[in-house]
């Protein structure tokens, strides 16, 4: 009876262990890129243009400022809120740590995909002029 209560007790420390190292290993900090959106709309204010709905969703409706990361569809609401609040309706790269479905923020900025978009839409419309014939 004793050995199997000694067993018993090894096994709870094992499966103790390996809780506390996965939990610790979730307070990894790493890079998350997605949209800023908001908790109320979720992955469907994942995309450019969703900066208004998300500001007036987080003053009006008590949603937080949240960040949706495109390649596994989860939504992690952002801690400080006031880092995330200019970066709404952008696209981005958080670095932090998650705790509980909350990525907590230690610096968040825009991708060069964002930053560079008008700036390649406007060097693509200057190299399509020059292809053209002058008359």
């Not at 290993?25 to 959106?37: L, R």
């Not at 006031?82 to 998650?98: D, E, I, L, Q, R």
């Amino acid at each position: 009876m004793r050995n199997r209560i000694g067993i018993l007790f090894v096994v709870v420390l094992v499966v103790a262990a390996l809780g506390v190292a996965a939990s610790e290993k979730s307070k990894e900090k790493a890079g998350y890129i997605g949209w800023v959106t908001d908790t109320h709309c979720g992955a469907k204010g994942a995309k450019e243009g969703h900066e208004g709905c998300a500001k007036s969703c987080v003053e009006n409706r008590g949603a937080k400022y949240a960040l949706v990361t495109p390649a596994d569809g989860k939504v992690y609401t952002l801690d400080p809120q006031a880092k995330a609040a200019p970066h709404a309706g952008h696209h981005v790269k958080v670095t932090g740590t998650v705790d509980a479905g909350t990525l907590k923020v230690e610096s968040i900025e825009m991708t060069g995909e964002q930053k560079g978009t008008g700036e390649k839409d406007k060097s693509k419309e200057k190299e399509k002029g020059k292809d053209k014939p002058n008359n």
